[in-house]
Nanobody
């Protein structure tokens, strides 16, 4: 399974960006999907996760109410709509997929990882 993230870029504080992550290969092996991020000099942290059906989502407290995770199983793609961006949202964002139907915040629950896309939010 390969995951290709896109949509990163530069945004102003208060602005919006939409990230996409397309899965290819043996996509039948991917159930739960998630986004994580890593800011310079910091550890990777959980952002949001979504179940196979999309009916269950999980968010980090820091993004709750501002970010929305969604997915299209027909397109094998997961999205992260990011609104009301803050400078502290600046990070490389990684998408991840699990072989199990999880929406866990634990990165060890995910088996496949994309290459990351950089989001920079200016104040």
């Amino acid at each position: 399974v390969q995951l290709q993230a896109s949509g990163g870029g530069l945004a102003q504080a208060g602005g919006s960006l939409r990230l996409s992550c397309a899965a290819s290969g043996r996509t039948s092996s991917t159930d739960g999907m998630a986004w994580f991020r890593q800011a310079p000099g910091k550890e990777r942290e959980f952002v949001a996760a979504i179940s196979r059906s999309g009916s269950i989502t999980n968010y980090a407290d820091s993004v709750k109410g501002r970010f929305t995770i969604s997915r299209s199983n027909a397109k094998n793609t997961v999205y992260l709509q990011m609104n009301s961006l803050k400078p502290e949202d600046t990070a490389v964002y990684y998408c991840a997929a699990s072989r199990t139907n999880t929406w866990d915040s634990d990165p060890y629950k995910y088996d496949y990882w994309g290459q990351g896309t950089l989001v920079t939010v200016s104040s």
